[in-house]
T-cell receptor, first 114, second 114 residues
């Protein structure tokens, strides 16, 4: 089983719908992240959480919200999806106890908003 | 704010030829530096990283990179390309002890011709 698991892997939704992307990890890491990948733009940070009670906006948080339900779970919500939120979304984790020197990525969720 | 620039969105080499992917960053403080690889329909895998110490860093699959502070560069090289190296490569930076909170370049797609 993957250490960082994202569900669903693929999703097509309609404009205006609320959608949640979920991420769970078995690595025991305290820090979790949501990134968005767009062609030609690389990956950009949406939100990050350094522990369960610490949630911070990233570079492109508008239109998104997150919830850290437990140390192992970090979900990303689009309250009212719009077509320009069509992208590949990645969850990642890192470990502050190890000096936080590396991120570990999930397999990604491909979201299409029509 | 930090930024990362990867020169060339597409690079094509022949099998057996040198691979050189360029990355420059803007930072007044030496950051952590990373190269990640993304194979089709997969997540990101760490190739190598520089956090401290030796500036020539060796990674997986025969890749290496050299941190040059004076040039603010972290170029990725491999002496002899293999067909299996075809993928997208991302350079990224982070602040010290925040290796999960990454700023990415736009990515370079590497093609390997037989």
């Amino acid at each position: 089983d993957a250490d960082v698991t994202q569900t669903p892997r693929n999703r097509i939704t309609k404009t205006g719908k609320r959608i949640m992307l979920e991420c769970s990890q078995t690595k025991g890491h305290d820090r979790m992240y949501w990134y968005r990948q767009d062609p030609g733009l690389g990956l950009r940070l949406i939100y990050y959480s350094f522990d369960v009670k610490d949630i911070n906006k990233g570079e492109i948080s508008d239109g998104y919200s997150v919830s850290r339900q437990a140390q192992a779970k970090f979900s990303l919500s689009l309250e009212s999806a719009i077509p320009n939120q069509t992208a590949l979304y990645f969850c990642a984790t890192s470990d502050s106890r190890g000096g936080d020197t590396e991120a570990f990525f999930g397999q990604g969720t491909r979201l299409t908003v029509v | 704010a930090q930024s990362v620039t990867q020169l060339g969105s597409h690079v094509s080499v022949s099998e057996g030829a040198l691979v050189l992917l360029r990355c420059n960053y803007s930072s007044s403080v030496p950051p952590y530096l990373f190269w990640y690889v993304q194979y089709p329909n997969q997540g990101l895998q760490l190739l190598l990283k520089y956090t401290t110490g030796a500036t020539l860093v060796k990674g997986i699959n025969g890749f290496e990179a050299e941190f040059k502070k004076s040039e603010t560069s972290f170029h990725l090289t491999k002496p002899s390309a293999h067909m299996s190296d075809a993928a997208e490569y991302f350079c990224a930076v982070s602040e010290e002890n925040q290796g999960g909170k990454l700023i990415f370049g736009q990515g370079t797609e590497l093609s390997v011709k037989p």
